[in-house]
C-alpha cells in the first residue's frame, strides 16, 4: 500500500470551508466512487467531522491522485482548486499513517484528546464494509488506528487534557480577577471544547455569555449550561461587559483583533479583562497582550502552566505510543511485501522437487511406500534448506530498506513475484507531508 491523505481541519481552513467541504454518507460514496475509478487510485474513505475533512487513498501514482482528490474536494466546496490549495494538506506514506494515528488519538482534534473521533473512524470503517470495499489496505490500516486511539486513551489520562488546560486557565483567570464565582465570562466557539470550557465555567459559579457565528448552536450550548447566546456581531458589547473571555471556534484568522478589544477596554477602564485563547491556530491577536487592563493567555502558556504535569507526561507518553505504532506499521507493510516472494521461492521448490519425482519414477522401480518415503524425505531436506533464509528474510524485512533481501532473493532464484519490481519504492517524487498547491505545482 503506497498511502496518501489530502485534507483540510480547523488548523488550516475557516470555518466556512470546512462547513462547504463535509460529506454526508451519501456524498462520500460518490466521491469514493469517482477517485477509484481513476487509474491514479486503488482505494479511498473519507473522514469528515466538523473539524476536519480528509479523504484516505492507497494510490499508484502520488500526482495524478493529489490531483485527483484536490479537484474533488475544490467541487465539494465550490472553488477553483488554485484557491483552495493552500488551505490543504497533503501527507504520504509513513508521514500519512502518522497523521491517521495522530487523529485517532485525539492528538490533533480541537480539543485535545476527545474520543469522539474514534466513533467516526468506526464509521469510517463500517462504510468500507457496507459499499463492499472491505479487506483491503485501507481497512487495515483503519482497524490499527482504532485499536492504536484505544491503547492511547486505555493506557493513559489523555481524555483529561482538555479539562486540564481549562482548570489552567481558570487558575490564571483567579490570579487576575480574584474568585471566578459570580462573574460573567464569554465562551467564543460552540464546539468540544467550548462546550467543556462552558461547563466548567457554570459548575464554578459564572455567568456564561455564548458567542458563536451560528446562533441555533450558541443558543443549545447556552441553554445546556443556564447561559445565554449572543451573536459574533455583539462580541464588542460582551467583553466590554465580561471579566473572562475564553476563545476556541477553530476559524482561520482572528475572532478577537486589537481594535475590538482595545475598544472594549474603553467601557472597563478600572477593571481588568482576562482573556484565554485555546484554539490553534489562534483566535485572539496576540498583540492584544499589549493592552493596559488585558491579560491575555495562549496554548503556549498554559502549556508551559502544565509542564512537569501528568497531563505533559500523558501527552509525552501518547506520542510514544503513535511513533511506536507507525514503526511497527511499516514494519508490517514490509515483511508483507515479502510474503509474496517467500510464496514464489517455495513454489519454485516444490515444482523443482515434484519435476524431479516425476525423472525419478521413469528411471528406477520403486513400490508405492518407497516412493512415498522418497517424497518425503526430499521434501524434509527443501523445507529444512529454505526455513532459515525464509524466516530471517522476513525478519530482515522488518527494518527500513528490508525490501532490498526479498529483491535479492529474487534476483538469486530468478522469481516471478507480480508487482514486486516496484516494492520499497515510492511511487512518485513527492513531499512526505505539505500543502497541494505545492504538490500540484510539481505536476509537468
Known amino acids: 500500500m503506497t498511502l496518501m491523505v489530502v485534507g483540510l481541519s480547523h488548523r488550516t481552513a475557516a470555518l466556512e470551508v470546512l462547513e462547504r467541504a463535509s460529506f454526508d454518507a451519501a456524498a462520500a460514496s460518490r466521491a469514493v466512487s469517482e477517485l477509484t475509478a481513476s487509474p491514479h487510485v486503488e482505494e479511498a474513505f473519507v473522514l469528515s467531522t466538523c473539524n476536519r475533512v480528509e479523504v484516505y487513498c492507497d494510490v499508484t501514482r502520488f500526482h495524478g491522485a493529489v490531483a485527483a482528490v484536490g479537484e474533488a474536494l475544490a467541487r465539494r466546496i465550490g472553488v477553483p482548486l488554485d484557491e483552495l490549495g493552500d488551505q490543504l494538506y497533503v501527507h504520504y506514506e509513513d508521514a500519512g499513517v502518522e497523521h491517521l494515528f495522530r487523529v485517532a488519538c485525539g492528538l490533533d482534534s480541537m480539543a485535545v484528546g476527545e474520543a469522539q473521533i474514534l466513533g467516526q473512524l468506526r464509521g469510517a470503517l463500517r462504510d468500507l464494509h457496507e459499499t463492499d470495499r472491505g479487506g483491503g489496505a485501507l481497512d487495515r490500516l483503519l482497524q490499527t488506528a482504532l485499536r492504536v486511539g484505544k491503547r492511547a486513551h486505555s493506557e493513559t489520562s489523555l481524555d483529561s487534557a482538555g479539562a486540564s488546560l481549562v482548570d489552567a486557565s481558570l487558575a490564571r483567570a483567579e490570579q487576575v480577577v480574584g474568585p471566578v464565582a459570580g462573574r460573567r465570562a464569554v465562551v467564543v466557539g460552540a464546539g468540544a471544547m467550548s462546550a467543556l470550557v462552558a461547563t466548567t465555567l457554570g459548575r464554578a459559579g459564572v455567568e456564561v455569555v455564548v458567542a458563536n457565528r451560528t446562533p441555533e448552536r450558541a443558543q443549545r450550548l447556552a441553554a445546556a449550561v443556564g447561559g445565554r447566546a449572543a451573536g459574533l456581531d455583539a462580541l464588542r458589547a460582551e467583553v466590554a461587559a465580561a471579566d473572562l473571555v475564553v476563545s476556541c471556534t477553530g476559524a482561520v484568522g482572528h475572532v478577537l483583533d486589537v481594535a475590538v478589544v482595545a475598544s472594549a477596554l474603553l467601557d472597563r477602564p478600572q477593571r481588568p479583562l482576562f482573556l484565554a485563547d485555546l484554539a490553534l491556530p489562534r483566535d ?161
Open 284 to 444: 485572539i491577536d496576540p498583540d492584544v497582550a499589549t493592552l493596559p487592563g488585558a491579560h491575555l493567555v495562549d496554548l503556549e502558556g498554559l502549556g508551559a502552566d502544565l509542564a512537569g504535569t501528568a497531563v505533559a507526561d500523558d501527552l509525552r507518553a501518547v506520542r510514544t505510543i503513535v511513533t511506536e505504532e507507525v514503526a511497527a506499521y511499516a514494519a508490517s507493510l514490509r515483511v508483507a511485501d515479502v510474503a509474496p516472494t517467500v510464496v514464489a521461492l517455495r513454489a519454485q521448490a516444490r515444482h523443482v522437487v515434484d519435476t524431479e519425482m516425476r525423472r525419478l519414477a521413469g528411471r528406477v522401480e520403486l513400490d508405492d511406500a518407497a516412493r512415498a518415503e522418497v517424497d518425503r524425505a526430499v521434501h524434509r531436506i527443501v523445507e529444512k534448506l529454505l526455513h532459515t533464509p525464509t524466516v530471517r528474510v522476513k525478519e530482515l524485512a522488518e527494518a527500513p530498506g528490508g525490501a532490498g533481501y526479498a529483491a535479492a532473493l529474487r534476483a538469486l532464484f530468478d522469481l516471478e513475484v507480480a508487482g514486486a519490481a516496484g516494492t520499497g519504492q515510492r511511487v512518485g517524487e513527492a513531499p512526505l507531508s505539505g500543502t497541494v498547491a505545492e504538490a500540484v505545482g510539481r505536476v509537468s
